[in-house]
Antibody, heavy 115, light 110 residues
Framework: EVQLVESGGGLVQPGGSLRLSCAASGFTFSTYDMHWVRQDTGKGLEWVSSIGTADDTYYAGSVKGRFTISRDNAKNSLYLQMNSLRAGDTALYYC?????????WGQGTMVTVSS | QSVLTQPPSASGTPGQRVTISCSGSSPNVGSHSVHWYQQLPGTAPKLLIYSNNQRPSGVPDRFSGSKSGTSVSLAISGLRSEDEADYYC???????????FGGGTKLTVL
């Protein structure tokens, strides 16, 4: 059974940092592109960042320069380092494994940026 | 404002066929395969259609996708109450160098 379990969310002040983690199981992690997608409460989906199987990385304009995506294939884990957090980054962050589309989704970890 | 345009809402009665549109432009829908996601209330989204018209294993054939130029559509036939959900289209955009989602369509089964 495929599982993606996110962790690391929480309440942080504006300007602060958080590191999200995603533990993957049930599929060959190293052969999948991995993504982070976020969703503010009651709002739509917003793609945040991607990392390919060759460690190529992509970022949404709203997070470029502040967020860093990485992966550890030996640990079947995906990460998102988030710096200089803003109120607009408040959302539920989903970890996603992708081959055809966004095939596998975790349940998400909540990030709240507030003073 | 989303790069991909979806109607905010759609509705139908049980057994009906409904379609949800997603309109884009040349750098996105016009150049790449589009995927559809279903988000049931209180749950994570789920891949419903990939590569414009392909169904993942386990998705009923009541769901189908099509593409024409810079627009795509999701069709749901034999509408059921459990189809009530939010539906999103998504695609890679060459200009933005990233993935984009439509704003989502809330489907109500009357």
């Amino acid at each position: 059974e495929v599982q993606l379990v996110e962790s690391g969310g929480g309440l942080v002040q504006p300007g602060g940092s958080l590191r999200l983690s995603c533990a993957a199981s049930g599929f060959t992690f190293s052969t999948y592109d991995m993504h982070w997608v976020r969703q503010d409460t009651g709002k739509g989906l917003e793609w945040v960042s991607s990392i390919g199987t060759a460690d190529d990385t992509y970022y949404a304009g709203s997070v470029k320069g502040r967020f860093t995506i990485s992966r550890d294939n030996a640990k079947n884990s995906l990460y998102l380092q988030m710096n200089s957090l803003r109120a607009g980054d408040t959302a539920l962050y989903y970890c996603i494994g992708a081959r055809h589309g966004f095939d596998f989704w975790g349940q998400g970890t909540m990030v709240t940026v507030s003073s | 404002q989303s790069v991909l345009t979806q109607p905010p809402s759609a509705s139908g009665t049980p057994g009906q066929r409904v379609t949800i549109s997603c309109s884009g432009s040349s750098p996105n829908v016009g150049s790449h395969s589009v995927h559809w996601y279903q988000q049931l209330p209180g749950t994570a989204p789920k891949l419903l259609i990939y590569s414009n018209n392909q169904r993942p294993s386990g998705v009923p054939d009541r769901f189908s996708g099509s593409k024409s130029g810079t627009s795509v559509s999701l069709a749901i036939s034999g509408l059921r109450s459990e189809d009530e959900a939010d539906y999103y289209c998504a695609v890679w955009d060459d200009s933005l160098r990233g993935h984009v989602f439509g704003g989502g369509t809330k489907l109500t089964v009357l």
